[in-house]
């Protein structure tokens, strides 16, 4: 079974739309908020390149687009 993290921010409607489809089907990863912490958006650019959430780390590939991270949850989940 995969390890899972999304990374998200509060006010992010993308964040938002993947959140909510994962409450809706009982799906719970853990969750990093990337404003709670600094190292928390360090870590986000420094496993995808980048500054873009959300984003779900599988193992250890980062998966973004809110609609891809909801595709790959209904495949997998």
Not at 33 to 44: F, R, W, Y
Request: hydrophobic share 35%; charged share 35%; glycine share 4%.
């Amino acid at each position: 079974m995969e390890k899972l993290k999304l990374f998200y921010m509060e006010g992010c409607p993308y964040c938002d739309k993947v959140r909510l489809f994962m409450k809706d089907n009982d799906i719970n990863v853990e969750m990093v908020d990337i404003h709670a912490d600094p190292k928390n958006k360090e870590d986000l650019e420094t496993i995808g390149g980048k500054i873009q959430v959300p984003m779900l780390l599988i193992d250890k590939d980062p998966l973004y687009e809110s609609e891809d991270i909801i595709q790959w949850f209904k495949k997998n989940k």
